[in-house]
């Protein structure tokens, strides 16, 4: 008994000393390590994308398949059903890609331009303003004249920094061939997984069956079973609810008579699909397209975007995204700032769903340890 005590000590000891190294390792050649996974993601780029796609697509396929014909005996139909699902999920896919490009991509567009084009006039303006009562906010005029930019420089540091944040410094020219590449060898190897998903998951719990200990594997399927759950119910509410979400914009901003109805909804309706935030930063730019128009409407906007989102977060969000998320509105934006900060865009979109199946984890771990 004392030698099987020792031979366990041992291994412990022995792990810890190749943990202890490993780690020292990787803090010593911490550039090198980065440089070694940077190369590895751009070599399993596509694979990973293929891995995305079919997943995004199996929510789709899953739904597809539930309504052709599902109880039918007729053996076309059920040799066709993959199939068909799949291509449904596909065209699916490319007529949201389509209305992406040809209706909201060019209202943000059109938004961006005219931020561009009004922005200068309205901060002349603002300037001139600040210079007028100048003796009621002294300490707005210092931080102004410190600040010692004009609208142009202005809107050209606030582009790139949102650039740095959310795109990265990469140069979208330079890599905008290879990033089709990819995307399109992405959907060829997400189809083929698609069509042998099955045996690709009875393949893999055999892998695990055969290396993993059954009370780690049973924690590996629970973490796989929550990580599940949490994205699919999170791409398909967040999606459903920047839509519904855009359109009562659209809708209210026609009725009331805004300037930019179309533009304005567009662009909430896209950046609703950050949590959170999404939809201020969309109202931002709405209330900044109207000032240039009219400042009295500009707050009216203010009071209509407050009333709107009142009402989708307390009546529409519930419904529709639900408990997707299941974490404090701090780490929902907290995860959004590291994850635009470490991927870009995809980090911004994925950072809340990895961190929510992180927290939900956390939790069952903690709630099982106090029990």
């Known amino acids: 008994m004392n030698k099987r005590a020792d031979d366990t000590q041992s291994q412990i000891i022995f792990k810890a000393i190749i943990l202890l190294g490993v780690t020292l390792l990787i803090v010593l050649n911490f550039s090198g ?17 293929g891995v995305g796609v079919a997943y995004v697509l199996n929510i789709l396929v899953i739904g597809y398949e539930k309504i052709y014909f599902p109880d039918s005996n007729n053996r076309i139909i059920n040799n066709t059903r993959r199939g068909m699902a799949i291509l449904l999920s596909i065209l699916t896919i490319f007529l949201i890609l389509f209305l992406l490009l040809r209706v909201i991509i060019p209202q943000v567009i059109e938004s961006a331009g005219l931020l561009i084009t009004g922005f200068p006039v309205v901060y002349d303006k603002l300037l001139v303003w600040i210079d007028q009562y100048a003796d009621i906010f002294p300490g707005l005029q210092q931080q102004v004249e410190q600040l010692d ?28 061939v290879a990033k089709i590449v990819n995307f399109f060898l992405g959907i060829i190897f997400g189809i083929y997984i698609l069509f042998g998903k099955e045996r690709i998951m009875n393949s893999f719990a055999r892998l695990f069956s055969a290396f993993i200990r059954p009370g780690r594997l049973e924690k590996l399927y629970d973490g796989l079973k929550t990580a599940d759950q949490v994205f699919s119910d999170y791409i398909v509410g967040q999606f459903k609810e920047a839509v519904i979400l855009g359109v009562l914009c659209t809708v209210g901003l026609l009725i009331f008579g805004f300037p930019y109805a179309v533009t304005i909804g567009s662009v909430v309706g896209l950046t609703a699909l950050i949590p959170l935030v999404g939809a201020y930063i969309g109202a931002a730019v ?40 299941g974490m404090p509105g701090i780490w929902v934006l907290a995860s959004i700032i ?28 903690v709630n099982k340890r106090n029990k």
């Not at 390590?33 to 994308?49: E, H, M, S, T």
Request: charged share 10%; glycine share 12%; no cysteine.
């Open 286 to 325: 709405g209330f900044l397209l109207i000032v240039m128009v009219d400042p009295l409407q500009a707050l009216a906007f203010i009071v209509f975007i407050v009333i709107l989102q009142q009402f989708e977060g307390n009546l529409i969000y519930p419904r529709v995204v639900g408990d997707s998320i």
């Open 338 to 365: 590291i994850g635009g900060g470490l991927m870009g865009i995809t980090g911004v979109l994925l950072g809340v769903p990895v961190a929510a199946t992180i927290y939900k984890l956390l939790a069952k771990s």
């Open 33 to 49: 390590v980065v440089n070694i996974f940077k190369y590895l993601y751009g070599l399993f780029l596509p694979l990973l994308l």
């Open 149 to 176: 930019m004009d609208a142009q420089t202005l809107i050209k540091r606030g582009f790139e920094l949102l650039g740095n944040w959310a795109f990265g410094t990469v140069s979208l020219l330079s890599s905008a």
